[in-house]
Structure formats: structure tokens, C-alpha cells
């Protein structure tokens, strides 16, 4: 489990290059659900429930299986077109809807 957040366009487009050269170079999104929220006739908010196969095995990981991930948007209207202003990217763990901390330090899987 982590939680990061990047700032800048450089730091954005070199962590997702990497990614795209390592990772995903063989997976496609598959778009499961799509839920916008007008918040104004120039901003959305947009849910995106999505499916993930085709992952690399990294590391000790043999296989990979699917990954499911739920993306959530901010959007503003430009003349013509939708522009993201901000994103944010998370997986969804079966099994796993709620954690709590240890005494470790852990995270653990409450429900």
C-alpha cells in the first residue's frame, strides 16, 4: 500500500514512463464504469472504475493477475475540449476495504 503524490509535469511524465516501459507495456484498461458529477457548466468531477490485465511479473512475482482501480478526475472546460486538473489513481484490493494500523506499524485488513 502506498499513497504518493507528484508534483510538477516532469515528475508526472517520468514516473509514468517508466511504468509504461516496465510494467504496463503489454496491459490495456478496460473501463468498467464511468460516473461524471457536473459541479458547475465548467467543472466535473468523474469516477472511473477499471479493470487492468496484462501487468509484467516484477521482481519475485512469477505472474500477474488482473488489477482493478477506481481513477477519480477533475475536470474544467476549455474552449472546445474537457482539461484534467487533477487525478487520483486507486486500487481496489479485494477483501481489503478497510485496514488498520498494528502496533508493528502494519497495515491489517479489518474487513
Known sequence: MT????????SIRKVHAYGLKHIFERSTLHLA??????????????H???????QIPVGEVNTSQNRQNIFSFVVHRVPERWCGSSA?????????ETNIMDNEGRFRSVY
Open 3 to 10: 499513497g504518493l503524490w507528484w508534483h510538477g509535469r516532469e
Open 48 to 54: 472511473v472504475r477499471m479493470r487492468l490485465p496484462g
Open 88 to 96: 487520483h489513481n486507486t486500487d481496489v484490493v479485494p477483501r481489503i
Open 33 to 46: 464504469r464511468v460516473k461524471v458529477k457536473r459541479l458547475s457548466d465548467d467543472i466535473a468531477g468523474v
